[in-house]
């Protein structure tokens, strides 16, 4: 079994958002909060993992590629793990991905590759999106040979999303 990995790392200065790629000031659609500092700031995860399988079928329809279908175990191990980032049962990295990708190898008969975004802070989906699409690796994912993914979202204490994308090709 091939697995690919990628990691997205965010580091956070006040009012800014720092990745190894490009520095990007939070955005927000109303006036009265883009003012608001890094920990004013709060994001609605109520549709999050809509929007992030959404805006990232909608890129990979600019590159040809086909849509990717949910598939609800990848989706639960997703929030699982985003979960326990959150939570912090385990720490921001890709900790325990194998067994993330056996599982849904396991509920699928059997799977030909796995893949993993995370990411972290307080972001909108297109920006967690924007920002995979800046990394080599994650935008590899992205764009990569899978026809299923599951994505999980969870806020910690003080309002910090961890979003984990999952990509499987069966």
Excluded at 63 to 79: C, D, F, Q, V, W
Excluded at 108 to 119: D, K, P, R
Excluded at 123 to 136: E, F, G, R
């Amino acid at each position: 079994m091939q697995y690919q990995r990628s990691i997205l790392i965010m580091l956070f200065a006040a009012g800014s958002i720092v990745s190894c790629a490009s520095k990007t000031a939070p955005r927000s659609s109303t006036p009265s909060s883009r003012n608001a500092s890094y920990r004013e700031r709060t994001i609605s995860t109520a549709t999050m993992n809509a929007d992030i399988i959404n805006g990232v079928n909608a890129y990979r329809k600019t590159k040809g590629l086909p849509p990717l279908r949910l598939l609800a175990i990848a989706s639960s191990e997703a929030a699982r793990h985003s979960s326990n980032m959150a939570s912090r049962k385990v720490s921001f990295s890709h900790a325990g991905f194998e067994q993330r990708a056996l599982v849904i190898a396991n509920e699928l008969h059997g799977t030909s590759s796995t893949g993993e975004n995370i990411a972290f802070g307080k972001m909108t989906s297109k920006q967690v999106i924007d920002a995979w699409l800046k990394s080599p690796d994650h935008r590899a994912n992205i764009e990569g040979n899978f026809n299923y993914t599951g994505v999980g979202v969870a806020k910690d204490a003080k309002g910090v999303v961890y979003y984990t994308q999952l990509f499987v090709k069966k």
